[in-house]
């Protein structure tokens, strides 16, 4: 029986993995860490994102329950006006009867007249509380989009950096970092702004 040929595995394993070295094996290694960074990042600008949406949607939801309460304050104000003028209009069917109306009718209508003043003050305030929210809601909106938009282009830069695994192509992976950068530039600017 012929005897088996020795072949040097080991030799042969160390001649694959520096021909891997040499043919990418480092590059592949820079890309996954890179893809990896990205990865990181684009999840915490995604937290970022949803935590500015969330608020925003409760600062809209307080600034719509507001309203509502300045809404029913102007009710209030115009129906002390309409009493006001029920009382105005009975004062004036005495004084064309030509005769003195009684004195509680005066007192009343100066009585709506002060409530008004009153409940007007309260609605202004409100809708001041209203547009508050409203902006701040609105600042918020805009910051979720900017962490959005960091988002998109996290993930644009992460596919061209597994396009770049796949090729080989260093011009590739290039454009990953050059994308991945801008993300990066997005994400930061709109956390410390």
């Not at 043919?23 to 995604?46: M, N, P």
């Not at 309409?82 to 004062?91: D, F, G, S």
């Not at 030509?98 to 003043?117: F, H, L, S, V």
């Not at 007007?120 to 979720?144: C, F, I, N, P």
């Amino acid at each position: 029986m012929p005897e088996e040929p020795e072949v040097d595995t080991e030799k042969l394993h160390e001649a694959v993995q520096e021909e891997l070295e040499r043919e990418g094996g480092g590059y592949l290694r820079q890309i996954a860490l890179t893809t990896a960074v990205l990865a990181a990042l684009a999840s915490v600008a995604s937290l970022k994102a949803g935590a500015t949406v969330n608020e925003a949607l409760a600062l809209k939801t307080e600034a719509t329950r507001l309203q509502a309460q300045a809404s029913d304050e102007w009710a209030y104000y115009q129906a002390k006006g309409v009493k006001a003028a029920v009382q105005e209009a009975a004062r004036s069917s005495w004084l064309a009867s030509g005769k003195a109306p009684p004195p509680d009718y005066e007192a009343k209508i100066k009585r709506y007249e002060e409530e008004q003043k009153e409940i007007q003050a309260k609605a202004r305030e409100r809708e001041r509380d209203v547009e508050e929210k409203d902006r701040e809601a609105e600042e918020l909106l805009h910051r979720h989009h900017a962490f959005a938009n960091a988002v998109a282009l996290f993930q644009v830069a992460i596919a061209l950096g597994a396009v770049a695994a796949l090729t080989r192509n260093r011009l590739v992976l290039l454009g990953s970092l050059l994308v991945g950068s801008a993300g990066a530039l997005v994400f930061v600017w709109r956390l410390i702004r």
